[in-house]
């Protein structure tokens, strides 16, 4: 079974403008989970959605956004691109957003704002 | 809002030696989860062990195990007989009983000496 997929592995982009990210969760997982890494901040949780519908979101600004499509395959965007958003974007996904049920993470996205 | 600390940033550990990471953590909840998540330098992040707050039992897995102390809120990491291969970052994260959001420590890099 294929793990978590995202894509781009890799992306660089100038202030001001707007990224999307991708995320193809394990066949058959219904929850995906992103995740933002810096050296500064660490691991902190940006949103997770099942079937389709945000359940939790994190203390970011407006500026960024998610959604799931209904063969749960989930996209992340940032818009108005600053220096600070240069990071490692995880995302993890899982069968249901139950404790039982094991989080598998992806490769990740490097973003690099210049 | 529930906080993971990881008080030391750096171990390293001989090759077949023990070592011990630790972990606290604050919460009021009564139903949670604590994970610990190795991060080797590909960047794929891995479920090493899961401990479920109401079990008074240890959780072990293979050469990891836990020592999670309830009243003292610490969760700490054994990892015995060290491998070369252990050598990673690993954070320590809380899960309340619903949803999959985590929350992360700021991580410990492990450096094994051969």
């Known amino acids: 079974k294929a793990g978590v997929t995202q894509t781009p592995r890799y992306l660089i982009k100038t202030r001001g403008q707007q990224v999307t990210l991708s995320c193809s969760p394990i066949s058959g997982h219904r929850s995906v989970s992103w995740y933002q890494q810096t050296p500064g901040q660490g691991l902190q949780f940006l949103f997770e959605y099942f079937s389709e519908t945000q359940r939790n979101k994190g203390n970011f600004p407006g500026r960024f956004s998610g959604r799931q499509f209904s063969n749960s395959r989930s996209e992340m965007n940032v818009s108005t691109l600053e220096l600070g958003d240069s990071a490692l974007y995880l995302c993890a996904s899982s069968l249901r957003p139950a404790p039982i049920d094991e989080q598998y993470f992806g490769p990740g996205t490097r973003l690099t704002v210049t | 809002a529930q906080t993971v600390t990881q008080s030391q940033p750096e171990m390293s550990v001989q090759e077949a030696e023990t070592v011990t990471l630790s972990c606290t953590y604050d919460?009021?909840?009564?139903?949670?989860?604590l994970f610990w998540y190795k991060q080797p330098p590909s960047r794929q992040m891995i479920l090493v062990i899961r401990q479920e707050a109401y079990k008074q039992q240890n959780a072990t897995e293979n050469r990891f195990s836990v020592n999670f102390q309830k009243a003292a809120k610490s969760f700490s990491l054994k990892i015995s007989d060290s491998q070369l291969g252990d050598a990673a970052m690993y954070f320590c994260?809380?899960?309340?009983?619903?949803?999959?959001?985590?929350?992360f420590g700021g991580g410990t890099r492990l450096m094994v000496k051969p």
């Open positions: 994260a809380y899960r309340r009983g619903a949803g999959n959001m985590l929350t």
């Open positions: 919460t009021s909840e009564s139903d949670y989860y």
